[in-house]
């Protein structure tokens, strides 16, 4: 029994051993998991309402079991939470993450993830989108969006002394393709320790994109979000806002 963060992104719940820990401990795949609220479990100073994921059968294409329903086993994941209304929100989040990648992963073959080139092309980053500057660890940083990647460049390929040279590319510190990836602002630089970021959730990592200004990393997640949107959001649905849910045995 230890304290945790939790965070659900696209269809993985990550745990991380502490707040400002940038590698998660763990990653579930909420896909193959069922969830049941529990009552009570047994344990002392029950002061608050759990949840278990179990790992389920139906939901795992290449188990030998499939469509079978198994006897029930020990839960990989039992979560405590003192709040009721908390309880609710991260109960009605992961049951609609589970519905709807299901139903996502029936319409639509996944792809193999294929590693982005690290060269940049000048003359496709001009058809690209400048998202802004910021720090990594103490390291200044270009961002640019441009086809559904997200480059981290140590400079600016928009400056004017750059493209009126000769070069025809540059070496990018990083891409990530915009379909793998999840971000959000780093609400009082609670992970970070910074006052103004946004943090980038990528498989098992967290980045903290820091700024100088709450203004520049509004701006910057507004540009983001409007890609992001653009290259996967066309089959993305916000439940953030959804109601609490009926809570029931296991999930939908």
């Given at each position: 029994?230890?304290?945790?963060v939790m965070v659900v992104h696209s269809r993985w719940l990550s745990r991380y051993s502490g707040m400002k820990k940038s590698r998660a401990t763990q990653?579930?795949?909420?896909?193959?998991?069922s969830l049941a609220v529990e009552e009570n479990t047994g344990m002392e100073q029950?002061?608050?309402?759990?949840?278990s994921l179990y790992e389920d059968a139906r939901y795992i294409a290449d188990h030998e079991?499939?469509?079978?329903?198994?006897p029930p086993a020990e839960p990989l994941l039992r979560v405590r939470i003192h709040e009721f209304a908390l309880f609710a929100k991260v109960v009605c989040e992961i049951r609609a993450t589970m519905s709807y990648y299901r139903l996502y992963d029936t319409m639509f073959e996944a792809q193999p993830a294929d590693e982005a080139p690290l060269?940049?092309?000048?003359?496709?980053a001009s058809a690209g989108k400048r998202l802004g500057v910021a720090k990594i660890g103490w390291s200044k940083r270009h961002f640019v969006a441009v086809h559904g990647?997200?480059?981290?460049?140590?400079?600016?390929?928009?400056?004017a002394d750059i493209?009126?040279?000769?070069?025809t590319e540059m070496e990018a510190v990083c891409v990530w393709d915009l379909q793998r990836i999840d971000f959000v602002l780093d609400e009082n630089g609670k992970r970070s320790g910074a006052k103004f970021a946004v943090l980038i959730l990528c498989d098992d990592k967290t980045v903290p994109l820091k700024f100088n200004a709450g203004p520049d990393a509004v701006q910057f997640y507004s540009a983001l979000k409007q890609e992001w949107s653009s290259t996967r959001g066309h089959y993305y649905v916000d439940f953030s806002s959804a109601d609490?849910?009926?809570?029931?045995d296991d999930a939908a």
């Open positions: 029994k230890c304290r945790e990653q579930i795949n909420l896909t193959n998991f029950y002061d608050g309402y759990e949840f079991h499939e469509h079978k329903q198994l060269a940049l092309q000048l003359s496709i990647l997200l480059y981290q460049l140590k400079e600016d390929p928009f400056a493209t009126t040279t000769t070069t609490a849910p009926v809570i029931m």
